[in-house]
């Protein structure tokens, strides 16, 4: 096992639409995916924004693009135009999820 950023292994683009944001994650192959998709779990995303995000967060599957979406709801203090927050959009919540580190099998990483 090697610890890495799931930058090393995935990319991400994140946005924003009202209060909440959407954060999707693409593995870099298949079999990552698989791995990405078994261990980013609802749990583990809302642990990492747990300073932010005050809603629920969802997850959406979409394996024929090796990718998983996360809802973050209620992460932006009321959105672009009506919250107190300087950066109130969510753009920055996919580098954010990149900087999380994960146990990764070696096998996966060559």
Do not use: W
Not at 57 to 70: A, G, K, Q
């Amino acid at each position: 096992m090697a610890k890495v950023k799931l930058m090393d292994i995935a990319i991400a683009r994140s946005g924003d639409k009202g209060d909440g944001s959407n954060v999707g994650i693409r593995a870099n192959t298949p079999e990552l995916y698989d791995f990405i998709a078994e261990h980013l779990t609802v749990e583990r995303v809302k642990q990492h924004f747990h300073k932010i995000c005050k809603g629920e967060v969802e997850r959406y599957e979409l394996p024929n693009l090796r990718s998983l979406n996360f809802i973050l709801n209620d992460s932006l203090g009321g959105g672009g135009s009506a919250g107190m927050k300087t950066d109130a959009q969510g753009k920055v919540h996919g580098l954010a999820l990149l900087h999380m580190e994960v146990d990764v099998p070696d096998e996966l990483l060559s």
